[in-house]
């Protein structure tokens, strides 16, 4: 039988649905049949994952162990999460299943020390920074990082919630000065660490890809590999 990949997703929708897309595009296949197996559950009403860590709001966990659960006997057999936040819960969630689970916290910070890409700035969530889930890392291989400060994360937050809500060019336009203060704090790169933020800034991005770290297209390569290993 064939790997299935399952997407663990809802975190948001377009987010969902850009991991989606990506691993279509970097399949190596030449038809429909050799495309990789993929079963998408894209449960939005899960709840915040921010509003929980920073303002004690109701736990998404329970929701995503149902999105687990569907997607495991559904026949998955790999799973991902397009959401950055979300690891947060990445130990809890491997516990209530035996199948392969790729970190897309893990997956991006491999990259980035194994081409040791740094200064890099981190934009994320305020739950991501102040969970620390790159910046442990990242610090214990010696990579050096750069946080918004606290007026630029709150713009940065803006941003993502102005995308969620279909405003796209007021998100880009409310995010593009804090790239520019940290570029002037001597950044060299950027963690696109919400995965509305590569959605955001696809055309910049896509300009400069050595420059912009693609949390979502990290995750996709690793997946890619492991289907194919």
């Known amino acids: 039988m064939k790997k299935i990949i399952g997407i663990l997703g809802g975190m948001g929708p377009g987010a969902t649905a850009d991991a989606f897309e990506k691993l279509v595009a970097s ?15 894209s449960l939005p009403d899960i709840p915040d994952r921010t509003e929980n860590i920073i303002h004690s709001g109701a736990s ?7 999105s687990l659960n569907i997607l495991k006997n559904a026949g998955a057999s790999c799973i991902i999460m397009p959401c950055n936040t979300a690891h947060y819960w990445y130990d809890e969630l491997r516990k209530q299943s035996d199948l392969p689970f790729i970190s897309i916290i893990e997956s991006t910070c491999e990259r980035i020390i194994a081409e040791e890409k740094h200064p890099v700035a981190l934009l994320a969530t ?21 946080l918004p400060d606290e007026k630029d994360q709150d713009n940065i937050m803006k941003s993502i919630l102005l995308y969620k809500s279909g405003k796209s060019k007021s998100a880009y336009d409310t995010l593009l ?22 959605l955001i800034l696809h055309d910049l991005s896509r300009q400069q890809p050595e420059k912009y770290i ?5 995750l996709i390569k ?3 590999r492991w289907y194919y290993s």
């Open 126 to 146: 305020t739950a991501t920074i102040r969970t620390r889930l790159y910046q442990n890392k990242l610090a214990k291989a010696g990579i050096t990082y750069l």
């Open 60 to 66: 998404p966990l329970p929701a995503m162990i149902n």
């Open 214 to 218: 693609d949390t979502t297209e990290e």
């Open 222 to 224: 690793k997946t890619i």
């Open 27 to 41: 399949t190596p296949a030449r038809k429909d049949q050799e495309h990789i197996p993929v079963i998408v559950a």
């Open 177 to 198: 000065p804090c790239l520019e203060k940290l570029e002037k704090s001597g950044a060299k790169h950027f963690i696109m660490g919400c995965t509305e933020i590569p």
